[in-house]
């Protein structure tokens, strides 16, 4: 089974299977699932774990994600029995973020993995976004700034990827695949990102020599 221990994670055997996993996207009814995705969500239940509850930080985290006192699983019981929420897509960058808080910090913290991994590999690429289209000022990006990981600030870890994801997705349907990144950050997904982001950034000024 997919899951995870005080961070050991694991991560079923058939999600290896393309068919399988693709069966399972389909009738879940999920834009993306991957292997790098299971893993990158369920080490997000051990973060919450290390910086969150042991870190002092619930209650600023349940100011943003919600409540986690409420039945974990009662609270999965009625995902799985019901209809999610109208306006999930709004406040949650999935409709299983919208199951439970614990839920929704560890698909959060995946995207967050997602977004700078891929800006990441595009920094060290040199990729600089600058669409020959009459909305190019719009989607227009300069050449990413640093190691997003690192140096860069929240609004610029954002700002670049508006462009970067766009242009990817793009070139997907130019090749009549999915797009790479079918998600929409609203104001409330991006604060939850950036809560996360100023977590990180903490415990790495906490943790510098």
Known sequence: ?????????????????DAQRE???????????TLLGHFRHEIGHYYWN?????GGRIERCRAVFGDDRQDYQEALKAHYAGPPPEDWQAH????????????????TW???????????TAWLYGIVIAPL??????????????????????????NAWLPLSMAVNSLNRSMG????????????????LGFIHDVIRETQAANAP
């Open 133 to 158: 289209t009459p909305t190019a000022p719009e989607f227009s990006a300069p050449a990413i700034g640093g190691d997003p990981y690192l140096t860069l600030g929240f609004d610029e870890i954002m």
């Open 110 to 120: 995946a995207h967050y993995l997602h977004i700078v991994s891929t800006l990441e």
């Open 177 to 192: 695949l999915q797009d790479f990144y079918p998600f929409v950050l609203t104001s409330s997904i991006r604060e939850k």
């Open 50 to 54: 290390l910086l969150i509850r042991d």
């Open 1 to 17: 089974m997919t899951g995870h221990s005080d961070g050991l994670i694991t991560l079923a055997i058939r999600e290896a299977d």
């Open 23 to 33: 069966r399972l996207r389909v009738e879940m009814g999920e834009y993306y699932r």
């Open 92 to 107: 949650h960058v999935s409709v299983y973020a919208a199951s439970h808080p614990w839920e929704d910090f560890a698909e």
